[in-house]
């Protein structure tokens, strides 16, 4: 069933650290309203051939995305692995679950 929803779009980049070793941070957090669609069952077989773990469809304002690839729903991150843009400026974000995302900062 789809619904509307509030998304958090978390933006991230990269710092040394005191050691001069590059880490990852999460940088900004942007909550958006969002329609949650359920992955149809084409896409989940596809992703799945690649290697991924589909489990959204957020579409969220095109002009609301500057191409962060982790999102925060319901309480839990997720990884951005494709986008499409569709028809009346919407964007259409592709998601997994995906360890990794769900770090120390998270």
Same mark, same amino acid.
């Given at each position: ?13 990269? #710092?040394?650290?005191? $050691? /001069? ?13 969002? &329609?949650? +669609? ?7 077989? #596809?992703?799945?051939? $690649? /290697? ?13 995305? &500057?191409? +962060? ?38």
């Amino acid at each position: 069933m789809d619904k509307s929803d509030v998304l958090k779009l978390i933006g991230q980049s990269y #710092e040394r650290d005191d $050691n /001069g070793v590059m880490q990852l941070v999460y940088t900004t957090e942007c909550e958006i309203f969002c &329609q949650v +669609e359920s992955i149809t069952r084409n896409e989940f077989f #596809e992703a799945g051939r $690649n /290697g991924l773990n589909p489990e959204y469809k957020f579409l969220i304002f095109f002009g609301d995305y &500057q191409n +962060e690839r982790v999102v925060e729903y319901d309480g839990k991150r997720y990884a951005v692995y494709r986008t499409f843009r569709g028809k009346n400026d919407v964007i259409e974000l592709y998601v997994e679950r995906q360890g990794g995302t769900n770090g120390a900062q998270g």
